[in-house]
């Protein structure tokens, strides 16, 4: 059972372009809302994340959007660089069990020089 | 600090060999966290432990897999028998109580393959 479903699975950006990462949940018990960062070879790392009283949080070229009615959230990398390509996941945290999290199945993410 | 440390890097074994994969946590840090990495099933979490007890195994796939916290610097992670299917990228992750958004930090990972 899939709790937290993220599209697309890969995706091809042009240097300086926006690169959209989507995803969706259905437990409404989720509190935090995280996307990590992982470079291969490494660990994921913490790139930025949300709390869902919130509909927007910005940190220089990336945003998280959060639409707590449709319970969909999404990354927006802003002037793409290939610095940025990497596997993006986003992540869900349940208030009842605030240490475990909840990651979406990733997303390939390649920039194009 | 070094962050999360994991150690073999790398391990090849054969099915049947017993593998034992070893976390320290970053300092100061109470909360431990196994997770497995595969294409078919992405990130799953294994086990955590707060305060070097297990507090969620559920993640574990079955009796051949058991995890130890000894004491705050160091766990293990232990497959006996080892099986193909076991092949993997298993993380090691640490927090801290309070942390902005319960972050974790991870290490590197070992690349588990069994032949």
């Known amino acids: 059972q899939q709790q937290v479903k993220q599209s697309p699975q890969s995706l091809i950006v042009q240097k300086g372009g926006i690169s959209i990462i989507n995803c969706a949940y259905e437990?409404?018990?989720?509190?935090?809302f995280p996307w990590y960062q992982q470079f291969p070879g490494k660990g994921p790392a913490l790139l930025i994340a949300?709390?869902?009283?919130?509909s927007e949080k910005k940190e220089g070229r990336f945003t998280i959007s959060f639409n707590k009615s449709a319970k969909q959230f999404s990354l927006h990398i802003m002037d793409s660089q290939p610095g940025d390509s990497a596997t993006y996941f986003c992540?869900?945290?349940?208030?009842?069990?605030?240490?475990?999290?909840?990651f979406g199945s990733g997303t390939r993410l390649s920039i194009r020089p | 600090d070094a962050g999360v440390i994991q150690s073999p890097r790398h391990e090849v074994t054969e099915m049947g060999q017993e593998v034992t994969l070893r976390c320290k946590p970053i300092?100061?840090?109470?909360?431990l966290f196994w997770y497995r990495q595969t294409m078919m099933r992405g990130l799953e979490l294994l086990i955590y432990f707060n305060n070097n007890v297990p507090i969620d195994d559920s993640g574990m796939p079955e009796d051949r897999f058991s995890a130890k916290m000894p004491n705050a610097s160091f766990s293990t992670l232990k497959i006996q028998p080892s099986e193909p299917r076991d092949s993997a990228v298993y993380f090691c992750a640490s927090s801290t109580s309070g942390a902005p958004y319960n972050e974790q930090f991870f290490g590197p990972g070992t690349r588990l393959t069994v032949l």
């Open positions: 992540a869900a945290i349940p208030y009842s069990s605030a240490s475990k999290i909840i």
């Open positions: 949300i709390r869902p009283d919130v």
């Open positions: 437990n409404t018990a989720f509190d935090y």
């Open positions: 300092s100061g840090h109470d909360y």
